[in-house]
């Protein structure tokens, strides 16, 4: 059983910074790539920023320059370091793995239960 765990979210003023963690990957046998998705009411989940196997990383528009996606293998923990927040980053972060846990299965997303974030101006 995979179960990814996101942690640090919470109620900031605008321009403001928190960091996200994601921890629970280390079982997985093979990961494509993690990402970080937001969903605000009324509105569809939206990939915010991606992190591949070979560390390439890419981002939403909105969030260029703002946001970092990292991860620490040895900690199995994915990271997205939000700065300069602005209101309409409010949403349910989301951690999600495109991996798989065996070499025999295919690949597959898996979901942490989401955090919320919180940016008032």
């Known amino acids: 059983q995979v179960q990814l765990v996101e942690s640090g979210g919470g109620l900031v003023q605008a321009g403001g910074s928190l960091r996200l963690s994601c921890a629970g990957f280390?079982?997985?046998?093979?990961?494509?790539?993690m990402g970080w998705y937001r969903q605000a009411p009324g509105k569809q989940r939206e990939l915010v920023a991606r992190?591949?196997?070979?560390?390439?990383?890419s981002y939403v528009d909105s969030v260029k320059g703002r946001f970092t996606i990292s991860r620490d293998n040895a900690k199995n923990t994915v990271y997205l370091q939000m700065n300069n927040l602005k209101p309409e980053d409010t949403a349910v972060y989301y951690c999600?793995?495109?991996?798989?846990?065996?070499?025999?299965?295919?690949?597959?997303?898996?979901w942490g239960q989401g955090t919320q974030v919180t940016v008032s101006s």
């Open positions: 999600n793995a495109d991996g798989r846990i065996d070499y025999y299965r295919p690949f597959t997303d898996y």
């Open positions: 280390g079982r997985l046998f093979s990961i494509n790539a």
């Open positions: 992190i591949t196997s070979g560390e390439r990383t």
